[in-house]
């Protein structure tokens, strides 16, 4: 498995930007699909985004199209989350998370290693 760690994390504006950063351990970055959640307070961990690990792919929750990006570099052995057009409801711990294979899923039981979260509060 993968060690995971995001940074990147903090406090902004409405409207305002962020990009998350989560570093992947290990020499097989490549072959894991990688994908963003989060959770806010009293709610379940949800699906964000997620990219194929050729990174030919990518999917996005219907809250976050047209706003959010993800990304990734096989090279750095890292997969970002540029967000734009920040929203108070975006306001979550945001968790990046790995599973050996090809294609993307959407469910958090699936994943096979998790980071530790980063806080993103969105003012209004």
């Known amino acids: 498995q993968v060690q995971l760690v995001e940074s990147g994390g903090g406090l902004v504006q409405a409207g305002g930007s962020l990009t998350l950063s989560c570093a992947a351990s290990g020499r097989t970055f490549s072959a894991y699909a990688m994908a963003w959640f989060r959770q806010a307070p009293g709610k379940e961990r949800e699906f964000v985004a997620g990219?194929?690990?050729?990174?030919?792919?990518?999917y996005y929750a219907d809250s976050v199209k047209g706003r959010f990006t993800i990304s990734r570099d096989n090279a750095k052995n890292t997969v970002y989350l540029q967000m734009n057009s920040l929203k108070p409801e975006d306001t979550a711990v945001y968790y990046c998370a790995a599973r050996r294979g090809l294609g993307v899923v959407s469910a958090p039981s699936l994943m096979d290693s998790w980071g530790q979260g980063t806080q993103v509060t969105v003012s209004s």
């Open positions: 990219i194929w690990r050729s990174a030919s792919s990518a």
